[in-house]
C-alpha cells in the first residue's frame, strides 16, 4: 500500500503545503518516505464548512446532528460554518460566493485543527472562482483535462494526485456473501443519493422502455434521500415497480458490484 501511494504521487513536489491539506511525499537520503498529516488531538476542534451540498434536512441533517452530539461526548469542540444549514441555492447550502468565502475563512482561520466538509456534492466546483487555491489537485488525468478546459487560466496550479485506496480492503469486502437474493437477468446498480441533481428518474424511465423491449432488467439502488418517495410513486405509476428495487444506505456496497452483477452503473 505504501509503494502504491508514493507512486501515485508522481513527482509533484509537495514541500511547503500544511500537512492539513493532504498526505504528502518526499524524497530523503535516495529514498521515498511518507509524511501524514498530523492527527487530531484529544479535546481538538473540528471545523465543519458546506462548500456544495448541506445538511439542512434529513437524512443528512439528522446523521450531521447524531455525528456532532457522538463527537462532542468524546471530547472534540465542533466549528460550523455559516452553511452547514443553508438551503439558498439549487442543490447547493448557498451562493457560489458565499460558499467560496466560508471556504477561504476556515482555511485561513487558526479555531479549526481540522477541516471537513459536512456533505459533498457535483456544485463544489461552482465556487472555485471565488477560492483562492494555491495549487489545485485533480484525481485523475480525465478530471483535469476537463478542469483545464474550464479554468485555463489554473493550468500552472494543476497537478494530478490519485485517490489513495486499499484495493486489497476492496477485494476483501467484495468477497463478502450477499444476503439479498438477487433476480435472474439483466442486473444494473446505481449508486448515489436521492436528490433531484442525480436524475433517478430519468433510470425509472429508461427502465419503463427497456421492459417493453422485452429485456429482463432489474435496476437495484444503493443510496437514500429526500427523492424516495417521488421515485417510489413514479416506478408504480409506470408499473416497473416491481424491477425498480431501492437497497438503501449500504456499508458494504462492494459486495454487491462483484457478486451476481452483469452490468453495472454508478454516478
Known amino acids: 500500500m505504501r509503494e502504491e501511494i508514493v507512486e501515485s504521487s ?25 509524511r501524514y498529516p498530523s492527527f487530531l488531538q484529544e479535546q481538538g476542534t473540528i471545523g465543519f464548512v458546506a462548500p456544495s451540498f448541506g445538511c439542512a434536512e434529513p437524512p443528512y441533517k439528522t446523521a450531521f446532528l447524531h455525528a456532532q452530539e457522538k463527537l462532542a461526548e468524546s471530547g472534540y469542540k465542533l466549528e460550523l460554518g455559516p452553511n452547514c444549514y443553508a438551503r439558498e441555492g439549487i ?17 485561513c482561520s ?26 489545485i489537485f485533480a484525481v485523475s488525468d480525465e478530471t483535469a483535462g476537463v478542469f483545464a478546459g474550464v479554468y ?20 476483501q469486502k467484495a468477497l463478502s456473501p450477499v444476503e439479498k437474493s438477487m433476480h ?23 427502465l419503463k422502455l427497456l421492459l417493453e423491449k422485452q429485456y429482463p432488467v432489474y435496476w437495484y439502488i444503493i443510496g437514500e434521500g429526500p427523492e424516495y418517495g417521488r421515485l417510489t410513486q413514479l416506478a408504480r405509476s409506470l408499473h416497473v415497480e416491481d424491477h425498480f428495487i431501492f437497497l438503501g444506505m449500504q456499508t458494504n456496497p462492494e459486495r454487491l458490484y462483484e457478486n451476481n452483477h452483469e452490468s453495472k452503473i454508478s454516478r
Not at 91 to 107: A, V, W, Y
Not at 154 to 170: P, R, Y
Open 10 to 34: 508522481g513527482n509533484i513536489d509537495f514541500r511547503g503545503f500544511p500537512p492539513l491539506w493532504t498526505l504528502m511525499a518526499e524524497q530523503k537520503n535516495g529514498g521515498t518516505n511518507m
Open 91 to 107: 442543490g447547493i447550502s448557498n451562493t457560489p460566493e458565499k460558499c467560496g468565502e466560508e471556504l477561504n475563512d476556515f482555511l
Open 110 to 135: 487558526d479555531k479549526s485543527d481540522v477541516l471537513i466538509s459536512c456533505g459533498g456534492g457535483e456544485l463544489m466546483g461552482e465556487v472555485l472562482d471565488y477560492v483562492d487555491f494555491d495549487r
Open 152 to 171: 485555463p487560466e489554473c493550468q500552472q496550479k494543476l497537478s494530478v494526485f490519485h485517490n489513495l485506496i486499499d484495493t486489497e480492503a476492496i477485494r
Open 184 to 206: 435472474e437477468g439483466i442486473r444494473l446498480l446505481t449508486v448515489g443519493r436521492l436528490t433531484p441533481q442525480k436524475g433517478f428518474d430519468c433510470a425509472v424511465y429508461a
